[in-house]
């Protein structure tokens, strides 16, 4: 009997093989007219960047192609870029670009193969903005991959949005990146081709399961908790040049250890402003924490506790680190840059605390997984208190589970909003299921709502999850769309909400008769970000223009407390301690600055800023 069934799991094995194989297989002669594959594009600040990424160059062929843009009826040449190998991508870049037309383009290689799309017009005279958002784009059967995209495809295409957001774990192949890239390219290019869009690799993309990049050093194996990539240098740059060479230029483009780049930057689109993170690359390995916690790792460290009577808080050691300082300061200098912006977000890879406590099978729960961003505590509370300066909610993805929580530092509620979205193709279920109810939930919410301790002691509040149903669970490893799905993000800068709506696959959202999953929609407020509510009060303000840039800062270090463009002409900072501020209003070279403003429990008084 043993030997049956040794014989049925080798011919399965292979049979999924060559499925794969199958979904991945280019054509035996792909023509010269069929070398471009896909192309995604940003417009930032009036700098078009365009990358097309290609098929196999063959032979002879040119490793050399054009961009062109139609203007009264003709292409006409805007740029040339040479076909980088490995990875056959062109990057593209077009200074002064008029981003108040939109323009049709095609990328042409050799006269023979053309790609076309379209450049959208800036949409900053809207007064809403919309972003589709996805993660976890798995091609595997038994992942649910091989199940058609195009419920998702149409269904953006009907949202229409301004931007496009794939957050990571585009490829969940560890070591042929190229093919699988492609594979995603002929799913999603209908709608990237046509849409600004953010790309970000995360751990699977670049050959990890998990990924603690320790500032580039290399690892030591392909697990990598000790910190770094396994994969040649070479490998990642190939990937992170395929996925992120069309985002706006680096805020300091040094690169790490290995000479691997980096990609962090920030983007203007729409009277939006977008920090974009790598929350992976300068994360340190776990190796300084096993150091300092013998009694907890006495044969060395793993990815995930599983035991509650673990304290997780000894696990925040010093010498520790999630972004780097190299990204704080990013993110300091990005808090009070308001030019052209109206409202703020902050994307990521994965999610700053943990919300989710079970995965893979419904058997033991999970207490502290090391993948997660709530560790380490201090790394995370850092960023954090930056982020929450502008009042930016953020949008992650990696953990396959939908969920929309509010983070807490010091107090619960008071830092930002997170979305989670939910995976593409769900085959490593998670799911968030505490075993006391929330406090402070709102009455009838789930017992999963409300104010909690997630596994390192972070405080969370959890409005949404999206968790999977008994019977999905129950599927194991089956093919399944379970609990999948993709997020929108809807601001209105009119009035500064947010709205967050999650939903399933193989849905048809044009029906005003389509649910999303439970809990959702969510609408907040953009001060909903960082909302003091036992602080301290600063004077109103009443400004003489409307819609200002408000600074305030500690009046002797100087360092930023919250910058925001406030909607109106009137405005009553708070902060969190009492004692003396600076406030600066205006932008530009039309500002007007304040001293020694005392922040009082009740503060009735009234400030006139004429500018």
Known sequence: MKKYLIIISFLISNFIIAQNDELLRLPANIQPEDRICFAMYTVHENTLKLTAQFNPIRNFEAFEASLEIEENGKWVKKAEA?????GYTAPFRVENWDDTKEFKYRVNHENKAFY??????????????????????????????????EDLVSNIKYLNPDLIFFSGDQVYDHSEHYLYWLKFGRDFGEILRNTPSVILPDDHDIGHGNLWGQGGKKADSRRGISGGYYMSPEY????????????PDPFDPTPVEQGIGVYYTDLKWGGMSFAILEDRKFKSGLDEMVKHNPDIFPNGGYEAIFDPKVDTRKLDVPGTTLLGERQLKFLETWTTDWENTEMKTVLSQ?????????????????????????????GRNKALTVIRKSFSPMISGDTHLGTLFQHGIDDWNDAGYCFATPAIANFWLRWWEPNVPGKNKLKNAPSYTGE?????KNKITVKAAANPTLPEIKEGGYLSTRAAGFGVVTYNKKVRTITFDCW?????????????????????????????????????????????????????????????????????PKVLYPGNYYIEIGEGLNKKRLQEIEAKAKNKSTIQINL
């Open 504 to 572: 399933a696959r193989n849905v048809d959202i044009s029906k005003p008769n389509t649910k999303q999953y439970p809990g959702w929609p969510v609408t907040i407020s953009q001060k909903d970000n960082f909302k003091i509510e036992k602080g301290y009060e600063l004077p109103l303000l009443n400004i003489s223009k409307n819609n200002q840039v408000v600074t305030v800062k500690n009046q002797f270090t100087k360092e930023v407390i919250s910058s925001i463009r406030i909607n109106g002409n009137t405005y009553q």
């Open 350 to 378: 994965t999610t700053f605390a943990m919300v989710d406590n079970y995965t893979g099978k419904y058997d033991r729960e999970l207490f502290a997984d090391f993948d997660s961003n709530g560790w380490p505590q201090s």
């Open 82 to 86: 040479t076909i980088i190998y490995p």
């Open 116 to 149: 076309e799309g379209i450049i959208k017009k800036n949409p900053i005279d809207k007064n809403t903005f919309v972003i589709a958002a996805l993660t976890c784009n798995s091609i595997y059967p038994n992942h649910g991959g091989d199940i058609s995209k």
């Open 452 to 456: 909690f301790l997630d596994g390192f």
């Open 236 to 247: 990642v740059k190939e990937v992170e040049r395929a996925q992120t060479s069309h985002l």
